[in-house]
């Protein structure tokens, strides 16, 4: 999840809308993926691009479900902490897809797969793949 405090709100609330702000500052306390998601909103006849970022994969799945020919995803990128990515530090890449399983102790296990080359799971130390992990959904 994100976090902000209100010393870094900016500008007038509710002026994009009712339930609105502006922030100049997000924090992050957890190393744990999240999702840089741009779309098209299509509004009056005009398309919106607009940019969100999803601090998991709850949250994306339930993005995802909401497309409509009036709203677009175009493209989803995730954000890897180091540990996952294996860099050594955060890292933004393409992601073409986005599995959620379970592994053989019952935990919740995603696999994201990167530009179609690579994949990263966020169960930590564990190597797994789609065929070890059971009641497998596509996310994305």
Known sequence: MFRSHETVAEGTPNIFGDGYSNWRMFERH???????????????????????????VDMLE??????TSE?????????????????GKWVMEGLTGLL???????RRVCLHNIDDEKSYT??????????????????F
């Not at 959620?100 to 019952?106: E, F, K, R």
């Open 122 to 139: 966020d169960a930590p130390g564990q190597l797994i793949d789609a065929h070890s992990l059971k009641r497998v959904r596509v996310i």
């Open 62 to 67: 339930e993005i995802l479900s909401q497309q």
């Open 30 to 56: 957890l190393a744990h993926p999240w999702y840089h998601v741009v779309l098209e909103e299509r509004l009056d006849g005009k398309a919106w691009p607009r940019t969100m970022m999803i601090s998991d």
């Open 71 to 87: 709203f677009v995803i175009t493209q989803i990128q995730v954000v890897t902490p180091g540990w996952m990515n294996k860099a």
């Open 100 to 106: 959620v399983g379970y592994d053989s102790t019952g």
